[in-house]
């Protein structure tokens, strides 16, 4: 190979790089930990005005109401296609609803709520906190004596984990009429044969396990905005960068952390 390069070169170059990324992520992780750990000391000090807490209710709610109801409706749609697609000739299509159902509750609604929700508010808390870092408002608030982390993190992560759940609720039950929908209208399923799967496939553990993740989902999405918007440089490029940063990770841990949830509620709490 030229320049006296050998295949093990290559590799031992390989592993390293892997290992000093997997380095540097695990500690953006340990950092954003401690952001996290301290906003809640600052917030358990002193509690966050509670007009800070709903504004950011509403940025992180109301703002999403719309993007949230096009992805369930659609999410909802498409599963029951598929799910009658999958059953034909081998399962009798009574059981759709009841399959789209703990589809829907159990993962599709809390994920690709998380998801939706990760790009859309993690991406404008970033750029928010980014613009702010960069005109040094951050600064200023700190020379004036105003803990940031109790002013501008603490509204936001609590709105978060607030809202998250909710939207998942509202996603649910809208990527259910979707599936029925489709399931009436172009499959050919009878309304009381869709609503009586429904009854018979419903158990609330399915709705709680969603909910309970929504709840770190939304812990995840307003502390990597938050972070990633408190580590901003470089004027508006950086600003770009951080908001890229944010989304990105905040949808993998979303991922990491659904399928470590998922391993302790089913087989762990729900055995």
């Known amino acids: 190979m030229p320049n006296g390069v050998t295949p093990d070169d290559i590799a031992l170059g390989g592993l390293r790089f892997v290992r000093d990324k997997l380095g540097d992520w695990m ?35 109301v ?23 999958q059953f034909t000739a081998v399962v009798p299509l009574k059981y759709l609803s009841g399959v789209v159902l703990r589809s829907v509750v159990i993962e599709l609604g809390p994920v690709l709520t998380a ?8 991406a404008s808390i970033a750029a928010e906190l980014g613009t702010m870092k960069v005109t040094e408002q951050i600064d200023a608030l700190r020379a004036m004596g105003i803990s940031p982390l109790r002013y501008l993190v603490a509204p936001r992560v609590i709105a978060a984990i607030i809202m998250l759940p909710m939207l998942t609720i509202y996603a649910d039950a809208i990527a259910i009429l979707g599936s029925y929908v489709v399931a009436v209208a ?11 799967g429904l009854r018979e496939f419903f158990h609330m553990r399915d709705l709680l396990s969603g909910l309970f993740k929504s709840i ?25 960068k951080a908001t890229t940063a944010a989304v990105v990770s905040s949808c993998v841990l979303i991922l990491v952390l659904d399928y470590i949830l998922a391993t302790v509620l089913f087989r762990v709490v729900f055995l």
């Open 115 to 122: 998801l939706v929700i990760g790009g859309r508010v993690g």
């Open 216 to 240: 770190f989902f939304g812990n995840i999405i307003a502390i990597m905005g938050c972070y990633f918007g408190f580590q901003t440089e470089g004027g508006a490029e950086g600003v770009g």
């Open 186 to 196: 172009s499959i050919g399923v009878s309304t009381p044969t869709f609503l009586q």
């Open 27 to 61: 500690a953006e992780i340990g950092r954003a930990t401690t952001m996290m750990l301290e906003a809640t000391q600052a917030s358990l000090e002193r509690l966050p005005a509670m007009r800070l807490v709903v504004q950011q209710m509403a940025a992180v709610g």
């Open 63 to 85: 703002g999403s109401l719309s993007l949230v109801v096009v992805v369930s409706l659609f999410t909802g749609a498409v599963a029951a296609v598929q799910a009658a697609y």
